[in-house]
């Protein structure tokens, strides 16, 4: 959907981050794995050989107003958190085998030939493309052109059969508090310094961090967010956000990597990845 404002209407309800169904379990969809064990020098290690924001890149906000916790327990997140707010969750999962298998370097080494699926960064993200992962990461993951509309703007996120995948996953702790009625889906995704995916909303779920930092503003589900179903986080941040008064500004704060954010149901969300970020969700469908 292109033009017009969207304000308050539930078809700008979106699939989880990508636009794409939630699968089972047993099939969940992914973009990028690796089978290969991480060996040193793979450039697991800091970035991951994966490239910051650079100069000139988005600096995170001046202050995060979405909580910290760490050592939660279940019975503290379904009273205080599951249905009420979003909070970032600290050290619930140790992940490092999973960071040192998303290195740029041995993605690229074991499935830079395999075709990955890209979808457009707009609230509807309709439009697909299919190319090999090799070329996805060496000529289009760079940082957004923030004149670029989001439907002009590629994004790699969701899109491929979990079975091609799997050998990466099985390394992966996902969050440990599940929702009655819900079952896991994961999305993987790798995406350049400015991008991201204008708001909408869905389903309860998480999202971590691997290498990076991701920004994410948030409205509970009655507070609709001013926004252009076909402009980019980007856009929106220099474009709408300066003008927003103290009581319109969303609840926002910048992940850094091995930080999980969990966002309740029907939260509106907009991201914008800060540096080349390596992310996955875990969505409760």
Same mark, same amino acid.
């Given at each position: 959907?292109?033009?017009? +404002? ?18 089972p ?9 690796l ?22 890149a ?10 910290r916790?760490?050592d ?32 740029? $370097?041995?993605? *690229? ?15 509807y ?5 299919? *190319? ?8 289009? *993951? ?15 996120f ?5 079975? $091609? ?35 909408? +909303? ?13 920004? +994410? ?16 986080? *980007? ?16 609840l ?14 029907? +939260? ?18």
């Amino acid at each position: 959907m292109a033009g017009g +404002w969207a304000q308050g209407s539930r078809r700008a309800a979106r699939l989880p981050e990508g636009g794409r169904l939630m699968a089972p379990a047993s099939r969940l969809l992914a973009l990028w794995a690796l089978a290969a064990v991480a060996v040193p020098g793979s450039g697991a290690e800091g970035d991951g050989g994966w490239r910051p924001g650079g100069p000139g890149a988005v600096a995170e906000e001046e202050r995060c107003t979405v909580e910290r916790r760490a050592d939660l327990t279940y019975a503290e997140f379904v009273q205080q958190y599951a249905f009420v707010r979003p909070v970032i969750l600290q050290g619930l999962t140790d992940n490092s085998r999973f960071r040192a298998l998303c290195s740029r $370097e041995r993605l *690229l080494a074991s499935f830079g030939d395999r075709v990955v699926r890209l979808s457009t960064a707009n609230t509807y993200s309709y439009h697909k493309v299919d *190319l090999p992962f090799q070329e996805y990461v060496e000529q289009l *993951l760079h940082p957004q052109d923030p004149t670029s509309l989001g439907n002009d703007t590629l994004y790699f996120f969701g899109d491929n059969n979990f079975t $091609e995948w799997a050998s990466l996953f099985r390394h992966y702790s996902p969050p440990p508090f599940g929702l009655l009625g819900t079952a896991p889906a994961y999305s993987f995704g790798i995406a350049g310094a400015g991008s991201g995916v204008p708001f909408h +909303w869905h389903g309860p779920g998480y999202s971590e961090v691997i290498y990076g930092r991701k920004r +994410w503003f948030l409205y509970p589900p009655e507070k609709t967010p001013e926004f252009h179903p076909n402009k980019t986080t *980007l856009a929106w941040l220099r474009d709408t956000y300066p003008a927003l008064p103290p009581s319109a500004r969303p609840l926002e704060c910048t992940i850094r990597a091995g930080e999980v954010l969990y966002f309740p149901d029907r +939260w509106w969300h907009a991201t914008l990845n800060l540096d080349t970020s390596v992310f996955i969700s875990t969505f409760l469908g």
